[in-house]
C-alpha cells in the first residue's frame, strides 16, 4: 500500500540544514497494523504527517496505492487524503463548536456526499460506535475517553483504507486506552490498514509490526507478526 | 449551497461564541460602512443625482465678462440678442430673484421668487406637477400670472387639484396661477413662485444694466465648445454694433450641472477620501483582529485539513465569517448612517446645493452594500489566504518549529498596522490642517464690527411702491423708525450685507484722468446705503467723513471710497476733495464728491480680497438708477445696545407700523454673517476632525494589538532575558522600542501620503499649505504619542513576566 524509498525531511535555517527524517525506506502493506515507536523528537509524528499528505516538504519518493505521490501536486495529494486517509488524534481534536453529530459530518461534507447520503452514513456511525445519545453534545460536554471514540468515529466514517493514529490513547486512562486500541484491532481486521505512533509498549502489542525511530532514522526495521 | 449555508450556520456559532471579537468587529465595520454610506448619501443627493429636469447635460449658463477677467451677469438686450442669433441652442432663457410679500394668516410672509423669461420652463425641461409654464408674450408688459412652488400649494392651498386659475396676492399684486413646479425644481436657487419678466417696463433695455442670469439648452448633438464659440461671435458683432456698452464684453459658458454643485465639490470630495481612508483602517484593523483569531484556531484549521478540506474550503469557512459579520456590520453601520445623515444635514453649512434631498435611498443602500461586499472581501481575503496557505503538519508539531509561521504572521500583521498608522497620519494632518485654516480664517479682520447690530432684509417694491419715490420714502421711514426704538444706537441699509451675500458693480470714471478706452473701465463694487450704515456696522473711518442727513437728494452728490479703491485708482494719492461719476463721463454725468475713505471690509468672503468699493447714498441716486435695484431686497442693520432676544420683536413692530403687509426675513444677529462665512470651513473641519479621531483610535488599537501578540510571542525571551538580570525598565524599553519603530515607519509612510495627497486639500485652506511642516510634525507627534501610550500596556505586561513561568511554559 505504502512504499517510502529514501524518505528525508529537514529544516534549514540559515546555512544549517537539521535532519528530522534520514533516508526512510518503508513499505506497509494493505491490511497492515504498524506502530512507529521512539522518543520524543525522533520524527515519529513528522512521518505521520508525511503519511497522511499533510507534510508536502520532503524529499525521496512515497509510493501510495501505486501512486507517485513525490510527483503529485498539493493538490491531487489532498484528493488522495480525502479518498483514503483518516486520522486519530491525541488530543482527540474535535472542533469545539461543532457538535458531535456535526463533528461526524465534516469529513463527509468535505467529500462532497450528498447531503441526505450524509445523514444516513452519520447515523449509521453514531450507532456503530453507540454515541446515539451523544450526537447533540458539544466536545466539551464528552469525557476524555468519549472524546476519542467520537475522534476515531469521525477517522473512519469516510471508510478510509489507511487510518493514521497519533498517540490516540495518550490522554486516556487505561481502560479507556483499552477500549479505544480493541476498536482499532476491529477495524482492522474489517480491512482498515492502521499506522499508530505511540510510547507504549502495551498499544505495540495490538499491531502485527513496530518500527523504531531514533533521530530520525529507522533504527530497527520490521520484526513482527504475520499480517 | 447547503455547503454554504452550513459554513454560514457555524461561522455564526463560532462567532456567538466570542461574543467580544464578534462586537469589536461589527462595531469597528460598522463606523467606517456607516461614515461613508452617510457621506455618499450627501455625495449622492448633491454631486450624482442628475439636476431634476430633462437632459440636464445640455442646460448651461451663459454669462459675460468684462474688464479684467471678471465675470457677471447679463444686460437684457444683450440677452435677446444671443436668443435671436445663436445658431447652438434649442433655447435660451433669462431670470432674476427677487423677494415677494405674501399676506396671510398671521404674519406676513417674504416669498423668494424669480422674474423669467417666458420659456423659462420650456428650456428648462422641468415637468410641472399641475399646469402650465408661462406662454408666448406672457413676459411683455406687466406680468399677470405665476407658477408657484409645491411648497405654497401644499402650504397656502391645502395641495388644491384646481389650484390653477386661482389669484395670488404678492406684494399686494394679483396674479392668476397658471402651474405648479415641483419640490426639487432650485433653479435659480430655491424659490417658491415665478413670475414672467415684465420687458418692456423697466431699465431691460439698458445695455449697460447688466442684472440677468441666462440658462440655454443646447441642440442636440451640439457640445458646450461649439456654443461658446457662437456666443462669442455674437458677442464680437455686439461690440462692433456697440461699441460703448459692449467693448471688451465677452463670453463665458458653463453647464448647470458644474454651477449648481461646484462649490461644494470640494469639500464633499475631500470628506469622501477622507471616509476611505477611515473604511480602509477599519479592514486593516479587522483583518488584523481576524490574524489574531486565526492563531488561536491553528489547530482546528488543521484537523480540518487532516479531515481532508481543501484550501478553499478552508478559506470559504474563515470568509463565511467575515461575510456574516460584514452583513451585521453593513446593517448596523446603516442603521448610524440614517443618524449621521440627519446630523449632517442639520449641521451642513448654507448653500451645500440639494441638501434637503440628502437621505438613505436605493442608491445609497446598494451603496452601502457593494462597499461592505468589497469589504468583507478586502478584510476576509487576507486572513483566508493565510489559513488556505498554512501547512497542517506545522500546527500538529511542536511550538518550536512553527516560528516560520508565526514570523510570517506577525510580518502580516504588522504590515497592516503600518498601513493603518501612515493612513490614519494623512487623515490627521488633513484634520489638522483644517484646524489651522478655521484659526487663521477666525483671525481675519474682516472690517467691520458685527457685535452688538442686529440685521435683516425687506423687499421694496409692491403694489403700493410702484416707483422710486414711494420705495425710498418707505425705505427711509423705516430707518425713521428703526433710530427711534430705545437704546439703538445707529441704523441704515445696504444692497448686499458683507461676507458674500452679493455685490453690485459698474465701471466709474475720475474727473482730471483721461477717460478710459472701452474695455479698460475701471471696476468698482457700488456699496448703495442708506441711513447711517456705515457707522452702523463699524466701517472704520481712514480720512474724511461719514455719510451724514445732510447728505440728502437736493444736496452735492457725494461718496466715500474704501482704501482698496484708493490704493488701485489713485495711486495711494489723497481722493478726499475729488470727484467720480458711474460709468463713462457725458454732459449728463453727476460727479460725486469723495468726502471719506473707509477701511476695507471683506465683502466677498473672508478668503477673498477686499475689492475698490464706492459707498453712495441711496438718495443721490438719480430715479432712472434706482430702478435697477428696487427688484433687490435691501438688508437693514440696527447697532444697539438692546439683546437680538428683546430687540428682534421691537424691529418687526417698527416695520409693521410702516407697512403692516411687509414681510420681514433673515432677522438675525451680524456675528452670525461671520460664523455662516467660516462655516463650509468649520463644518468639513468638524467631520475631519471626527474622522482623523476615530482614525488614531482604530490605529492605536491596532498598534496594541500586535503589541500585545508580539510581547505574548516573546514571553520566553524576555523571561530568558530577566532570568539573566535585565533591568525591568529595559525589557520595557525593549517593547516600546519595537511598538514606536513600527509607529515611525508608519508615520514616515503617511508624511509621504500626506504630501501627495495635501493638495486636494488647498481650496479648503486658508494662509496655510499643505506640506506645512508644523503641521506635519504636530500630526506626527500625536500619532507618535497615541502609539507609544498604545505600547505602554503592553510594555508594563512585559516587565510583569515571571522568568520562571516563562521558562516553564515551554
Not at chain 2, 436668443?83 to 447652438?88: D, N
Request: charged share 20%; aromatic share 6%.
Amino acid at each position: 500500500m505504502i512504499r517510502l524509498a529514501n524518505l528525508e525531511r529537514y529544516f534549514e535555517a540559515g546555512p544549517t540544514r537539521t535532519y528530522v527524517l534520514r533516508r526512510i525506506n518503508l513499505e506497509i502493506r494493505e491490511g497492515e497494523f504498524l506502530t512507529i515507536m521512539g522518543p520524543s523528537g525522533a520524527g515519529k509524528s513528522t512521518l505521520l504527517s508525511i503519511l497522511g499528505m499533510l507534510d508536502n516538504s520532503w524529499t525521496g519518493e512515497y509510493w501510495f496505492l501505486d501512486q507517485a505521490v513525490h510527483q503529485l501536486s498539493t493538490k491531487k495529494r489532498i484528493e488522495l487524503n480525502k479518498k483514503y486517509i483518516g486520522f486519530v488524534f491525541q488530543k482527540y481534536h474535535l472542533i469545539d463548536d461543532l457538535t458531535v453529530y456535526e463533528n461526524l459530518e465534516i469529513p463527509l461534507s468535505y467529500r462532497d456526499v450528498k447531503p441526505k447520503e450524509r445523514a444516513a452514513i452519520v447515523a449509521e456511525t453514531l450507532d456503530r460506535f453507540q454515541i446515539v445519545g451523544k450526537k447533540d453534545l458539544y466536545p466539551s460536554q464528552l469525557s476524555g475517553g468519549q472524546q476519542q471514540l467520537v475522534g476515531v468515529a469521525r477517522a473512519v466514517i469516510a471508510s478510509p483504507k489507511l487510518l493514521l493514529a497519533d498517540e490516540p490513547t495518550g490522554n486516556l486512562h487505561s481502560a479507556q486506552g483499552e477500549e479505544i486500541m480493541e476498536l482499532f484491532t476491529r477495524l482492522n481486521r474489517q480491512g482498515t490498514t492502521i499506522v499508530q505512533v505511540t510510547h507504549s509498549e502495551r498499544n505495540a502489542s495490538y499491531g502485527h509490526r513496530t518500527i523504531h525511530i531514533h533521530d530520525g532514522w529507522v533504527v530497527e526495521p520490521a520484526g513482527a507478526r504475520a499480517v | 449551497m447547503s455547503d454554504l449555508l452550513r459554513d454560514l450556520r457555524y461561522a455564526l456559532r463560532s462567532l456567538l461564541k466570542s461574543p467580544g471579537f464578534a462586537l469589536i468587529t461589527v462595531v469597528t465595520l460598522a463606523l467606517g460602512i456607516g461614515a461613508n454610506t452617510a457621506i455618499f448619501s450627501v455625495v449622492n443627493a448633491v454631486l450624482l443625482r442628475p439636476l431634476p429636469f430633462r437632459e440636464p447635460e445640455r442646460l448651461i449658463l451663459v454669462r459675460e465678462t468684462y474688464s479684467g477677467g471678471l465675470v457677471g451677469s447679463v444686460s437684457g438686450p444683450n440677452f435677446l440678442d444671443w436668443q435671436s442669433r445663436g445658431r447652438s441652442f434649442e433655447g435660451m432663457a433669462a431670470s432674476r430673484g427677487t423677494a415677494l410679500a405674501m399676506v396671510g394668516e398671521g404674519e406676513p410672509e417674504e416669498v423668494r421668487g424669480a422674474l423669467v423669461s417666458a420659456d423659462f420652463f420650456r428650456v428648462l425641461g422641468v415637468e410641472l406637477l399641475l399646469g402650465r409654464g408661462f406662454a408666448a408674450g406672457e413676459d411683455r408688459g406687466e406680468p399677470s400670472v405665476a407658477v408657484i412652488g409645491e411648497r405654497i400649494w401644499r402650504d397656502r392651498y391645502g395641495a388644491a387639484p384646481d389650484v390653477v386659475g386661482r389669484t395670488i396676492r404678492l406684494s399686494g399684486r394679483a396674479y392668476a396661477i397658471v402651474g405648479v413646479t415641483p419640490d426639487g425644481m432650485n433653479y435659480p436657487g430655491r424659490r417658491d413662485v415665478w413670475l414672467p419678466f415684465g420687458f418692456g417696463t423697466g431699465q431691460d433695455t439698458a445695455r449697460g444694466s447688466h442684472s440677468y442670469d441666462v440658462l440655454g439648452r443646447l441642440k442636440p448633438g451640439v457640445d458646450i465648445e461649439e456654443a461658446r464659440n457662437d456666443l462669442a461671435t455674437v458677442a464680437r458683432a455686439l461690440a462692433t454694433e456697440y461699441p460703448e456698452t459692449n467693448t471688451g464684453r465677452g463670453i463665458v459658458t458653463i453647464p448647470l450641472g458644474e454651477d449648481t454643485t461646484g462649490p461644494a465639490r470640494p469639500a464633499l470630495l475631500v470628506l469622501s477620501g477622507a471616509v476611505a481612508l477611515v473604511l480602509l483602517i477599519a479592514c486593516a484593523n479587522v483583518a488584523n483582529l481576524f490574524l489574531a483569531r486565526a492563531v488561536g484556531r491553528q489547530r482546528e484549521i488543521a484537523v480540518r485539513a487532516a479531515l481532508g478540506a481543501g484550501r478553499w474550503r478552508l478559506a470559504r469557512q474563515v470568509m463565511a465569517e467575515a461575510a456574516a459579520l460584514t452583513t451585521a456590520g453593513c446593517m448596523v453601520g446603516i442603521v448610524l448612517a440614517g443618524w449621521a445623515v440627519d446630523l449632517l444635514v442639520a449641521l451642513a453649512p448654507a448653500g451645500i446645493p440639494r441638501v434637503e434631498a440628502v437621505g438613505i435611498d436605493g442608491t445609497v443602500l446598494a451603496y452601502a452594500i457593494v462597499i461592505s461586499t468589497i469589504v468583507g472581501m478586502a478584510f476576509g481575503v487576507i486572513p483566508a489566504l493565510y489559513v488556505a496557505g498554512q501547512d497542517p503538519a506545522d500546527s500538529f508539531r511542536g511550538e518550536s518549529r512553527t516560528a516560520s509561521g508565526s514570523k510570517r504572521r506577525s510580518r502580516l500583521r504588522t504590515v497592516l498596522v503600518v498601513a493603518q498608522i501612515s493612513l490614519a497620519l494623512v487623515l490627521l494632518v488633513g484634520a489638522t490642517l483644517l484646524i489651522v485654516t478655521v484659526r487663521r480664517l477666525g483671525a481675519v479682520d474682516p472690517g467691520f464690527r458685527p457685535e452688538g447690530v442686529t440685521s435683516f432684509q425687506l423687499g421694496l417694491t409692491s403694489a403700493k411702491r410702484a416707483d422710486a419715490t414711494t420705495q425710498r420714502a418707505f425705505l427711509a421711514r423705516v430707518i425713521e423708525r428703526l433710530e427711534a426704538i430705545p437704546g439703538v444706537w445707529h441704523a441704515g441699509a445696504v444692497f448686499f450685507l458683507p461676507l458674500g451675500s452679493g455685490q453690485v458693480n459698474g465701471d466709474f470714471s475720475v474727473e482730471g484722468q483721461p477717460p478710459a478706452a472701452p474695455g479698460q473701465e475701471q471696476f468698482a463694487d457700488y456699496r448703495l446705503v442708506a441711513g447711517d450704515y456705515p457707522r452702523t456696522v463699524g466701517v472704520s473711518l481712514v480720512g474724511g467723513r461719514f455719510l451724514e442727513q445732510s447728505d440728502g437728494a437736493g444736496a452735492a452728490p457725494v461718496v466715500l471710497v474704501n482704501q482698496a479703491l484708493v490704493r488701485k485708482y489713485f495711486g495711494g494719492e489723497n481722493p478726499l476733495g475729488r470727484r467720480i461719476t458711474f460709468g463713462s463721463p457725458d454732459s449728463t454725468s453727476v460727479w460725486r464728491e469723495v468726502v471719506g475713505v473707509v477701511g476695507d471690509v471683506r465683502h466677498l468672503g473672508l478668503t477673498a480680497d477686499p475689492v475698490p468699493e464706492i459707498y453712495t447714498p441711496i438718495r443721490q441716486l438719480a430715479p432712472d438708477d434706482w430702478a435697477n435695484f428696487a427688484e433687490i431686497p435691501i438688508s437693514f442693520a440696527v447697532r444697539s445696545e438692546t439683546p437680538f432676544a428683546r430687540l428682534a420683536p421691537e424691529i418687526r413692530r417698527a416695520v409693521r407700523e410702516v407697512d403692516p403687509e411687509q414681510p420681514i426675513s433673515r432677522l438675525r444677529e451680524a456675528t452670525e454673517l461671520l460664523s455662516d462665512a467660516l462655516a463650509r470651513q468649520r463644518f468639513s473641519r468638524l467631520l475631519l476632525v471626527l474622522f482623523g479621531g476615530l482614525a488614531l483610535t482604530l490605529a492605536a488599537i491596532g498598534v496594541y494589538g500586535v503589541m500585545a501578540h508580539a510581547v505574548s510571542q516573546r514571553t520566553r525571551e524576555l523571561g530568558i532575558r530577566l532570568a539573566l538580570g535585565a533591568h525591568r525598565g529595559s525589557v520595557r524599553a525593549l517593547v516600546l522600542r519595537q511598538g514606536l519603530g513600527i509607529a515611525l515607519l508608519g508615520i514616515g509612510l503617511g508624511l509621504a501620503g500626506a504630501l501627495a495627497l495635501g493638495r486636494l486639500l488647498t481650496s479648503l485652506l486658508y494662509q496655510v499649505s499643505p506640506a506645512d511642516p508644523l503641521v506635519l510634525a504636530a500630526a506626527a507627534l500625536t500619532l507618535s504619542g497615541v502609539s507609544a501610550l498604545a505600547c505602554l500596556v503592553p510594555a508594563i505586561r512585559a516587565t510583569r513576566v515571571d522568568p520562571m513561568d516563562a521558562l516553564r511554559s515551554e
